[in-house]
């Protein structure tokens, strides 16, 4: 019995190793495997680390990073925060970038990929303005895939992966963060909603249940705060609206356990969209409707109904019995 036992353990012990050596194959690799390992980076001595500046220049406008205390700003738009996952993005692509499926060395080709002016121009700098890489991205390859880059001061276009342009390059949405919040909404004990229709205040228990203090006393629903607190600890704008012309109508405010305040003051509909600001800053958020809604509730919606009690069939029963009593007594004192 045990010899079969052995036997089947070994059986087993082969099968698994013949699966991890077809599976890593560490004998040998296919030959674009080895092609990519063994490439060149095109920005060899690029770190990643070093880089305190990066310029982007597009459809002739240059939109200027830079770092600040760890943090990357918009310069060129007065130093607002910057889309931090998004630079992120082009300074890792940038150090992996490879001088892999050499396309062109022709220059009288580079209009046809874009890796010119037409492209996008990216230089990283570091605190010095020393330039540390500088490439050109240009358009997609016709499978979408892939998209040709081109090291400055030099002829030859490799493909890269990714749809890169849109990486770099943010058009009209621009590098600046759409994060409005970002906060723990289990820290949030307390909120506040003014319009010109109602003030509503609403406060954590200490059993965990949300009270409505204003315009009436009840209990909350929870499923309408939940939806409220989702929204807000990590609004996003939907856009930017330039010039300082604003008039609230409306503010949420949103009390946390550390006693701060995270307040949004929202203006009239206008297109479609709701401007909006935090409290004691200059930029104009804009907010499509259904977003603005989602923050904005009537008193009637968050209220909590008692729940409906429903009455037994003794209880039934025992008040029809009583009633028949009480219609009997009161035909013998007609008699």
Same mark, same amino acid.
């Not at 560490?26 to 880089?51: C, H, M, N, Q, Y």
């Not at 906060?183 to 205040?201: H, P, Q």
């Given at each position: 019995?045990?010899?079969?036992?052995?036997?089947?353990?070994?059986?087993?012990?082969?099968?698994?190793?013949?699966?991890i050596l077809i599976v890593d194959n560490p004998w040998g690799k296919d030959e674009r495997t080895k092609k990519v390992e063994?490439?060149?980076? #095109?920005?060899?001595?690029?770190?990643? /680390?070093?880089?305190?500046?990066?310029?982007?220049?597009?459809?002739?406008?240059?939109?200027?990073?830079?770092?600040?205390?760890?943090?990357? #700003?918009?310069?060129?738009? /007065?130093?607002?925060?910057? /889309?931090?996952?998004?630079?992120?993005?082009?300074?890792?692509?940038?150090?992996?970038?490879?001088?892999?499926?050499?396309?062109?060395?022709?220059?009288?080709?580079?209009?046809?990929?874009?890796?010119? !002016? !037409?492209?996008?121009? %990216?230089?990283? #700098?570091?605190?010095?303005?020393?330039?540390?890489?500088?490439?050109?991205?240009?358009? %997609?390859?016709?499978?979408?895939? /892939? !998209?040709?880059?081109? $090291?400055?001061?030099?002829?030859?276009?490799?493909?890269?992966?990714?749809? #890169?342009?849109?990486?770099?390059? @943010?058009?009209?949405?621009?590098? $600046?963060?759409?994060?409005?919040?970002?906060?723990? @909404?289990?820290?949030?004990?307390?909120?506040?909603?003014?319009?010109?229709?109602?003030?509503?205040?609403?406060?954590?228990?200490?059993?965990?249940?949300?009270?409505?203090?204003?315009?009436?006393?009840?209990?909350? @629903?929870? !499923?309408?705060?939940?939806?409220?607190?989702?929204?807000?600890?990590?609004? +996003?704008?939907?856009?930017?609206?330039?010039?300082?012309?604003f008039e609230s109508t409306s503010a949420i405010t949103a009390t946390l356990n550390d006693g701060s305040q995270r307040i949004?003051? %929202?203006?009239?509909e206008d297109g479609g969209k709701h401007p909006a600001k935090r409290d004691g800053e200059k930029q104009i958020f804009a907010?499509?409707?259904?977003?603005?809604?989602?923050?904005?509730?009537?008193?009637?919606?968050? $209220?909590?109904?008692?729940?409906?009690?429903?009455?037994?069939?003794?209880?039934?029963? +025992?008040?029809?019995?009583?009633?028949?009593?009480?219609?009997?007594?009161?035909?013998?004192?007609?008699?």
């Amino acid at each position: 019995m045990k010899i079969v036992q052995i036997l089947i353990l070994l059986g087993i012990l082969i099968f698994l190793g013949t699966a991890i050596l077809i599976v890593d194959n560490p004998w040998g690799k296919d030959e674009r495997t080895k092609k990519v390992e063994s490439a060149r980076k #095109l920005f060899p001595s690029f770190d990643i /680390d070093v880089v305190t500046k990066i310029e982007i220049t597009a459809d002739s406008t240059t939109t200027i990073l830079t770092k600040s205390g760890g943090q990357w #700003l918009v310069e060129s738009m /007065d130093s607002y925060p910057a /889309d931090q996952q998004g630079v992120k993005d082009i300074l890792e692509k940038a150090s992996e970038f490879k001088k892999l499926d050499l396309i062109s060395k022709n220059p009288d080709k580079q209009a046809k990929f874009e890796v010119d !002016s !037409s492209g996008v121009e %990216t230089k990283f #700098l570091d605190s010095g303005n020393k330039v540390l890489a500088h490439v050109f991205i240009g358009k %997609t390859t016709s499978s979408f895939l /892939d !998209s040709y880059i081109r $090291k400055d001061g030099s002829d030859e276009v490799y493909k890269a992966k990714g749809y #890169l342009k849109s990486t770099f390059d @943010k058009g009209s949405r621009t590098w $600046k963060t759409r994060k409005i919040f970002a906060f723990n @909404k289990g820290d949030v004990t307390a909120l506040t909603m003014k319009s010109e229709v109602e003030e509503i205040e609403l406060q954590l228990d200490s059993e965990g249940k949300w009270q409505m203090l204003k315009p009436v006393a009840s209990l909350a @629903k929870k !499923s309408e705060i939940d939806q409220i607190l989702n929204s807000l600890s990590t609004l +996003e704008t939907d856009d930017f609206v330039d010039g300082e012309d604003f008039e609230s109508t409306s503010a949420i405010t949103a009390t946390l356990n550390d006693g701060s305040q995270r307040i949004l003051m %929202t203006a009239d509909e206008d297109g479609g969209k709701h401007p909006a600001k935090r409290d004691g800053e200059k930029q104009i958020f804009a907010l499509y409707k259904y977003n603005r809604d989602k923050l904005f509730k009537s008193s009637e919606d968050l $209220k909590e109904e008692p729940p409906v009690v429903e009455a037994s069939k003794e209880n039934i029963e +025992e008040g029809d019995g009583n009633q028949i009593q009480k219609s009997e007594g009161n035909e013998d004192t007609q008699n």
